[in-house]
């Protein structure tokens, strides 16, 4: 997930909301002479290109078409998620970004960043100037040249838009390699049994499973397949034997999750807890405290008051220097 406020929503969200401030502060920057001279002008180089209309309507363009991205980023990235949901968040999404490829959904948005510009009086938007081409890449034929700005930037609002389409399309269609694990996942969450797609996994006994699948569902009709792990870890083992084939799909279907946000949590949060300043940190200590981070909740319960005794009454010298017991004790 990006990181860069540049590329997230809740930034851009304040930027355009907090536009005339932004400018404001700026153009007292670049013009207090307290402040060092690279401060300055980074602030009067700032300032000069949020006046242009060309940037305030790139910073439109990019909001509206990585608003629903994110959403879909934080969606994907839920603690609970199977393939079909994540199948089915993924093609509402190419849906909207479709519904906005139209020659009125653009006029809309220009019209939008127009008003907001003409409110701050900022520089209008416009054509860049027309460079002409070296000699030895003109052949010599008419080239296109934009008149207005609707010619010149509705390709770019376009191009957006078809890379964010393209690569969605790209990463969860029939190419990622989504859909054998869709099908599979579909068996244990509609109950229907498709012998077809079971066929490949030699470990599966399908007669079996068939057999097993109805009595399974009747009292526990999962939607996710953390739900089915749980509910099978939860089983004494006499009556976990009577579902050995569910057993093996929710192990089959547990080996390729359908996020790996989880895996990739984990390691940030490694990287937050083993800083440099840690790096004598033994194993046993950092495994202490990834557990301790990790279940923040169980941490936030325990009763600091007994912790402290027990932490005092483990050494002589602390409780010489604190005192055998606590005052409120």
């Not at 269609?173 to 012998?195: H, P, Q, T």
């Not at 077809?196 to 526990?220: A, G």
């Not at 033994?282 to 009763?303: A, K, P, Y």
């Amino acid at each position: 997930m990006a990181t860069r406020w540049l590329v997230r929503v809740k930034g851009l969200l304040s930027l355009l909301t907090q536009y005339a401030s932004v400018l404001e502060c700026l153009e007292e920057m670049s013009c207090d002479k307290v402040s060092s001279s690279t401060v300055a002008a980074r602030a009067s180089g700032l300032y000069a290109s949020l006046q242009k209309g060309t940037v305030l309507f790139g910073f439109k363009m990019a909001l509206k078409i990585l608003a629903p991205l994110e959403n879909l980023n934080r969606s994907l990235q839920s603690t609970y998620q199977t393939v079909s949901g994540m199948l089915a968040a993924v093609d509402d999404v190419v849906e909207e970004l479709v519904s906005y490829r139209n020659d009125a959904a653009f006029d809309a948005l220009l019209q939008e960043c127009s008003d907001f510009i003409q409110k701050l009086e900022l520089e209008p938007i416009a054509v860049p100037r027309l460079r002409k081409l070296p000699k030895k890449y003109d052949a010599n034929t008419d080239m296109f040249v934009a008149r207005t700005c609707t010619e010149h930037y509705r390709p770019a609002y376009f191009m957006l838009l078809d890379t964010a389409i393209v690569n969605l399309r790209h990463r969860f269609g029939e190419s990622a390699g989504l859909c054998s694990y869709r099908a599979l996942e579909n068996v244990l969450l509609s109950g229907i049994i498709d012998e077809h797609v079971l066929s490949p996994y030699k470990e599966l006994c399908i007669s079996d499973l068939q057999l097993q699948m109805p009595l399974f569902r009747r009292k526990r009709p999962v939607k996710t397949v953390i739900e089915a792990a749980s509910i099978i870890r939860e089983m004494v083992p006499e009556v976990r034997g009577e579902f050995s084939e569910i057993e093996k799909l929710v192990r089959l279907l547990l080996v390729c999750p359908a996020s790996s946000a989880e895996a990739e949590r984990s390691f940030s949060a490694l990287r937050r807890l083993k800083t440099w300043l840690r790096s004598t940190m033994t194993e046993t200590r950092l495994n202490s405290v990834v557990v301790c981070n990790t279940h923040q909740d169980l941490i936030d319960s325990v009763d600091t008051q007994k912790l402290i005794c027990t932490f005092i009454s483990r050494s002589t010298i602390r409780s010489n220097m604190f005192g055998a017991k606590l005052p409120n004790e």
